[in-house]
């Protein structure tokens, strides 16, 4: 086993034995198993996939770790129809005045909010370096109507303040008064200690907006090229990206940790309840500034029911909506499953096959798996890259790889390996499924809106429909639509066979389009496919918009080599954006080569959905 492989085996192990001991009794576990999970089979079409479970430590104070833990919320900022327009240099100058306006009563508030923290610091240096930060807001106050002009805009001379900004202020200036729900903070502060905490809050309602603004404005200047001048919010965002704005925001962090040092775990529960509230009402702040032109998110908007638009949103399960490949569970519920037999002695129905046998087995399977894996990318890839997207040459070389999917499966089905399993073991496994975060909260968002004729279908190679089912039928999701391989059963038990529905990129394309066909060609319809395995590609390439979930290395390896270029969606939709403003055009292009990249469902979410 070489060192990849070993990691692989031992990750899934630790991941599939804490989930299915929460799933099945304990005596279930009398010995534990030992998975020859090593390769590809249970990492079907990709050999390593990215992310896990659970919550990751994060080095640093407080405030690096409230950043961390929200960072989330700053992808629905981001994808904001104000900053998507505003990257793309599009956006309407009035809007972007209404809101330089508005940001004018939050300086104030943040200038006002600090003096109220710096008398309640107690330390002297404390208060000294909140008063530098106030200074640095009221001589940017002093400056802004130059800066404004010096960015090229001149302010309106008069302005309303929103709602987004009425919630935002009356919540900074609550917070550094001492007015905190679910906070015991007496209405006077006798104590200095009862005034540092204030402080602190203040400080933790403070610190995510200029750690936002410094994050999403560095996202935006990351697409804009230096040497073009064009761009008319390009000082704007160059301002918020320098060294002066980024110090700004480190020294606010910093004073946070140093005032949160002396704080007790309830006061510490405070902060991060403020810190939160923050970032939810900069959402709110950037999501109420008003657009007056078209815009390419969120994408449900672009679609008007009362003229029969629809959306279709296809998606792949395994390394798509789950950190690792169904197969692996099903392999660990067999081996479960020949362990209790062994136990419990050869009468037993189910002992066909010792546990070690089959482990031995499952190894061999997957050993083979990956090594032919290997020799088949191998070969259909094409020594060299080709000049243009080719979808037809794309089309040829999976077959190939179709056939040895095929074979994959048949030996599986010929070792017996999936014989003598229980349904409900089955279906209890899909439900203690921890799906990655947003996945779920995503579909469910999808469905419960009314305000968008929306259909969800799940495509899946996965062995058992049932597991994907079970893995959605909490959270109100059985409207979801799963087309998937399934088990032969006989009295619930599994014989070993493989019901085959598609086991191919071809066969996954063609109920992709039957799918479609059943809809009709009457009606504003739109397609989305979320995929990350080398079977998604088909599909993924026929969809009006295809996003691939994850880093798949052979996903990307084949595409590029056949002509397929992957851009990540916040960039695509920059692009899109400026399409729709100097071309005109707002329809997606299917078959274009271009597949749209995402790291986490959030992305998803925000662009489809929106906040």
Known sequence: MNQLSFFIFFGIYLLLSRNLRNIFPFNFFASKPSLPIRSSIFYRNDGVAEGGMGEMDVEGGIAMKLWSKFRSESVFVNYTPFFVCLAAGNLNGDVFLQ??????????AFAHAYELAEECADVEEDKKAIRKLRNYVQNKLKSHDSLVREWGFELPEQSTLTNGTVKYMEFLLATASGRIDGARVPSKLATPFEKTKVAAYTLGAIAPCMRLF???NKAIQALLDPNDSSHIYKKWIDHYCSQNFE???FQIEELLDTLSVSLTGEELDVIEKVYYQSMRLELDFFSSQPIMQEAVVPLSQMLDPAVGGQLTIFCDFDLTCTAFDSSAILAEIAIITMQK??????????????SADLRSTWDALSTQYTEEFVRCVDSIIPTETVKSFSYESLYEALEQFANFEKKANSRVVQSGVLKGLNQEDIKKAGQGLILPDGCKGFFQKVMKNENLATAVHILSYCWCGDLIRSAFLSGDLKALNVHSNELACEESITTGEIIKKFESPMEKLQAFNNIL???GKDCQHLTVYIGGSVGDLLCLLEADIGIVMGSSPTLRRLGEQFGV?????FSGLVMKQREVVEVGSSKWKKLSGTLYTVSSWDEIHAFILGS
């Open 99 to 108: 809101y330089i306006s508005q940001h004018v009563h939050l300086l104030n």
């Open 341 to 354: 037999a062994d136990l419990d002695g050869p009468e037993t129905q189910f002992a066909w096959m010792s």
């Open 214 to 216: 410094a994050f999403i």
């Open 565 to 569: 270029s992957f851009m990540p969606l």
């Open 517 to 519: 066909n059943d809809k």
């Open 247 to 249: 110090a700004y925001a």
